[in-house]
T-cell receptor, first 115, second 111 residues
Framework: DAGVTQSPTHLIKTRGQQVTLRCSPKSGHDTVSWYQQALGQGPQFIFQ???????QRGNFPDRFSGHQFPNYSSELNVNALLLGDSALYLCASSFGLTSGANVLTFGAGSRLTVL | ELKVEQNPLFLSMQEGKNYTIYCNYSTTSDRLYWYRQDPGKSLESLFVLLSNGAVKQEGRLMASLDTKARLSTLHITAAVHDLSATYFCAVDRNSGYALNFGKGTSLLVTP
């Protein structure tokens, strides 16, 4: 049973460029959340997608946007990259919007370096 | 704003010793999670604590939750090298999977 898969695993961009990260949720999951983890820090919630709509959003600027497709996969887009956007971007999947006793399943992440 | 504070942030301990990691949070919450992260790897779920007084144990790790004190602990018993990792607590304020993480506790277990 495949877990959460993310691509690419590593990428390097320059300031001002745009990046798209991709995520396929675990089989049976329909909700995707994105987190940013800076070096030495805990993950920070970016946003969550369910039924192809953004349902919750953390404290991130509009440069960060996303999309969810009918097959539940998701993309994270970041425009006008800044040096501070360098981080590990984690995708997590779950079933439904209410966690109950469930937990998020995290992918291995996409490490973005902005030069 | 929900704040989650862990301490210590760094912990070096000898094999066979016991220690406790603390997680304090600033507002009421529905649930608290503990995750483990190995270097360069993703997050692995350890425990989810759903109610006041909840206690869960897995191997040498035991987690507890005191919602009145807004405190969770992760107790390590007779540490072994394989437990070396970074441990995060996370609070889910609205049961909607938008987790607020602490900064993590980097644990190193030495012979």
């Amino acid at each position: 049973d495949a877990g959460v898969t993310q691509s690419p695993t590593h990428l390097i961009k320059t300031r001002g460029q745009q990046v798209t990260l991709r995520c396929s949720p675990k089989s049976g999951h329909d909700t995707v959340s994105w987190y940013q983890q800076a070096l030495g820090q805990g993950p920070q919630f970016i946003f969550q997608y369910y039924e192809e709509e953004e349902r919750q959003r953390g404290n991130f600027p509009d440069r960060f946007s996303g999309h969810q497709f009918p097959n539940y996969s998701s993309e994270l887009n970041v425009n006008a990259l800044l040096l501070g956007d360098s981080a590990l971007y984690l995708c997590a999947s779950s079933f439904g919007l209410t966690s109950g006793a469930n937990v998020l399943t995290f992918g291995a992440g996409s490490r973005l370096t902005v030069l | 704003e929900l704040k989650v504070e862990q301490n210590p942030l760094f912990l070096s301990m000898q094999e066979g010793k016991n220690y406790t990691i603390y997680c304090n949070y600033s507002t009421t919450s529905d649930r608290l999670y503990w995750y483990r992260q190995d270097p360069g790897k993703s997050l692995e779920s350890l425990f989810v604590l759903l109610s006041n007084g909840a206690v869960k144990q897995e191997g040498r790790l035991m987690a507890s939750l005191d919602t009145k004190a807004r405190l969770s602990t992760l107790h390590i018993t007779a540490a072994v090298h394989d437990l070396s990792a970074t441990y995060f607590c996370a609070v889910d304020r609205n049961s909607g999977y938008a987790l607020n993480f602490g900064k993590g506790t980097s644990l190193l277990v030495t012979p």
